[in-house]
């Protein structure tokens, strides 16, 4: 049974934030082979890690006699969580931080049976294993020194946070704007289309049976005036050219400026996206795959070019 003060469980938080961005962050850095920074903050800290092992603490009170019904109900539990938590990014800042859709067992790509798997075992290691010597040691130590280092480090992540939820917002509304420019480039680009094949095509189709018909008939004694008005025929057809000229000059102008607009906001997007691309492979903006992965080249690119 645990017994400890608000600031001992919060100290006890902040280690296993620690701990596990310590953990993730050497698990991608070795799979990738190059040091990765991983989290939705900059700071080495994951807040999921902490409130997943404190939760995971709580709801295994009761069964901490049976290690089976500890690693189930650890594994239920720190799932749940990473489903909440990445159900809630994806609504609230338009942006996957992990997707999980490679795996063949896996939800909605928030979460994957390997993953599950994982969290039992990581969970009866926690329980059995790290806390009681990391509990041991930290109420060993001077209760003022605690409180001192738990301030500080209070004040240090919800900085972090309050900054690193700025950009994700300030990368939210970018995405919403790039989505909307999308769709109206699209919607352009289908519009001149269908207007080029119907609507032009069409005119070409009677402008031609009027005059093969006027020549096919209009003979003899009415060769004058079906001369003239093959003439005048002739000139519609000119005109329809022209003024396909002009819409496919107006509708590329139209393009044009919607690409301008889509790249402005690419050079606005690299800064907020930058740690959130680079220290996690697997992220993406959702509605914007091309995005994703030409900002991800830009970004390394950019990184290659300052080293």
Known sequence: MYYYH??????????????GWCFESTYVSLAKRKLINRGFMKGPWLPLYGTGAIAVLFVTLPFQSDWRLVYLV?????????????????????????DYSYRKIQFQGHICLVSSIAWGFLSLLMVYVVHEPVATFILSLNNDLVYVVTFILTVIIVFDF??????????????????????QLSDCMELQRELVKSNVEEKWVI?????????????GQFANKANELSAILNDQKLQTDEQLARFEEFTEKQINDMKDKVEIIRQKMLPPAGHMLMNN??????????????????????????S
């Open 207 to 219: 402008l031609n049976a009027r005059m093969d018909y006027m020549q096919e008939h209009w003979t």
């Open 74 to 98: 650890g594994a239920l539990t720190a799932t749940i969580l990473e489903y909440i938590v990445g159900v809630l990014m994806v609504a609230l800042f338009k942006v996957r931080y992990w």
């Open 6 to 19: 608000f600031h001992q469980w919060l100290s006890f938080f902040y280690f296993y934030c620690i701990f």
């Open 281 to 306: 492979p697997g992220a993406k903006m959702i509605g914007l795959k091309k995005e994703t992965k030409i900002l991800k080249k830009r970004l390394k690119k950019k990184k290659q070019m300052n």
């Open 162 to 183: 309050t900054n690193s939820f700025r950009r994700a917002m300030d990368l939210r509304n970018l995405i919403i704007q790039a989505k909307k420019l999308k769709t």
